[in-house]
Structure formats: structure tokens, C-alpha cells
């Protein structure tokens, strides 16, 4: 497994003000028009981020797994100062550096990209999926432990069932019910692909869990990068 050392890029915002400034220009460029790669096929990653804020270090993975056989192939940690103070709405400005180094780190292409959190599901309507998705052009999702501030109808009690994640009328993504009677997971697009494809891909990835596999073992990984690491120079 490859770790390398993750930096803040200089022009990175430092107030929230320009922290918005810089999502309201990117959110134009999301790309919602697209299906994505067909589920169970190619490559998939999956991407966290754990935070010490104690030592001001941030730890980021990348799991890169046949998305077939759920295999992992190749994976990629790093490690890096937090690049911002934490303000709900603009968590992504706290993770981008550092999970961009990972999937810098990785040796081939990521193919679609899961993220632990929210891509049109979003305030701003633009998380987390959706900036890492326009910021490296990939097909990118995002999947949530909760609905954050929206509103849904809880989803049928068997596998694959769901139901609309709304933003008053709006549909920002949807809930899915991974397990049977298990609490649902929070779908929703971030860049290159569509709500149903975005869906059948979190089915696919989770076969046993409530969580898919992308994100279970980026989380293991980065959890496990974080405890190691060095503090960063």
C-alpha cells in the first residue's frame, strides 16, 4: 500500500466566504446529464477521511475494488494538515486535499468514486461527491449514515426498496434500504451519473452490510492511517 504526504494548495480558501464563493462557481459545472459506469462492472473506489484535530492531522484513503467481486485491488492512504475549520456545509474544504493526494497516490484510474457523505444531497447542493467530482472529472456518488436536514418516507422493509430523500418537492436523492430492516443509507448523485444508477451501485456494493464495501474498508484504512501517523511537516 502506497501513503505519501498530503498538502493545502496555496489559492485553498481559508474563510468561509471565499469557502462559498469557490462552491457557487463549481457547482455550475456538475454534470447531472450522464448514467455512469454500469454497476458490477470495472473498478470502483471508495474514499474517507478521519480527522485528530488535537494534532492537526487529517488521514485520507482510497480503496480501489473490483467491482464485480469486491476484491480490493490496489489502495492508497495520505496524510496531511486539516486544510479548514470545521463549518457545517463546507466539510469538503476540510477533506479535498488530502483525499485528492490518496487517489493521486493510486496506481491506475479510480473509476467511479463513493464517498462517505453527500453530493446534491447538500444544503449548497454541492457535498463533498460533487466537488471531488467536478475537481477530478470522475463519475463520483455520494452515500450517507443520515438524511441530514431532508425529509423521506421510511423505504419498504426488504432489500432494495426506497424512497425519495426531499428538499420540500425537490428530490436530492434517495433513501435505500440496503438490509432488510435495517435502517436505510442516504443516496444521492455527485457528479457523471444518474439518482437510479447512482442507487444500483450502492446495492451492488453492499451484498452483507448496511454500508457498501467501498466505504467500510476506506474507512478501516483511513482510521488505521490516522493511528500511524507521523505528525506531517
Same mark, same amino acid.
Given at each position: ?49 478521519? %480527522? #485528530? !484535530?488535537?494534532?492537526? =492531522?487529517?488521514?485520507?484513503? /482510497?480503496?480501489? &475494488?473490483?467491482? *464485480? ?82 425529509? %423521506? #418516507? !421510511?423505504?419498504?422493509? =426488504?432489500?432494495?426498496?426506497? /424512497?425519495?430523500? &426531499?428538499?420540500? *418537492? ?64
Amino acid at each position: 500500500m502506497t501513503t505519501v504526504t498530503a498538502r493545502i494548495p496555496d489559492d485553498w480558501p481559508a474563510t468561509e466566504e471565499r469557502a462559498r464563493a469557490v462552491q457557487d462557481g463549481l457547482r455550475a459545472r456538475v454534470v447531472l446529464h450522464e448514467p455512469g459506469p454500469t454497476p458490477g462492472t470495472g473498478v470502483v473506489t471508495g474514499v474517507d477521511v478521519a %480527522y #485528530d !484535530d488535537e494534532r492537526d =492531522v487529517v488521514a485520507a484513503a /482510497a480503496v480501489v &475494488l473490483d467491482a *464485480a467481486t469486491l476484491d480490493v485491488v490496489p489502495e492508497a492512504t495520505a496524510v496531511g494538515r486539516i486544510s479548514f475549520p470545521y463549518v457545517p456545509g463546507l466539510l469538503a474544504f476540510r477533506e479535498i486535499p488530502t483525499v485528492l493526494a490518496a487517489l493521486d497516490a493510486l496506481p491506475g484510474p479510480p473509476g467511479l468514486i463513493v464517498c462517505d457523505g453527500y453530493g446534491l444531497a447538500h444544503p449548497r447542493r454541492f457535498g463533498l461527491a460533487s466537488h471531488l467530482g467536478v475537481l477530478t472529472g470522475l463519475p463520483t456518488i455520494g452515500v450517507a449514515k443520515n438524511p441530514f436536514t431532508f425529509t %423521506y #418516507d !421510511d423505504p419498504g422493509p =426488504v432489500r432494495g426498496s426506497t /424512497a425519495p430523500l &426531499l428538499a420540500g *418537492a425537490e428530490e436530492v436523492g434517495r433513501a435505500v434500504r440496503t438490509r432488510d430492516g435495517v435502517k436505510p443509507v442516504f443516496v444521492s448523485v455527485g457528479h457523471r451519473t444518474s439518482l437510479d444508477n447512482a442507487c444500483a451501485h450502492t446495492l451492488a456494493l453492499a451484498p452483507a452490510y448496511r454500508l457498501p464495501e467501498t466505504t467500510r474498508r476506506a474507512d478501516a484504512l483511513c482510521r488505521e492511517a490516522l493511528r500511524s501517523a507521523a505528525y506531517p511537516a
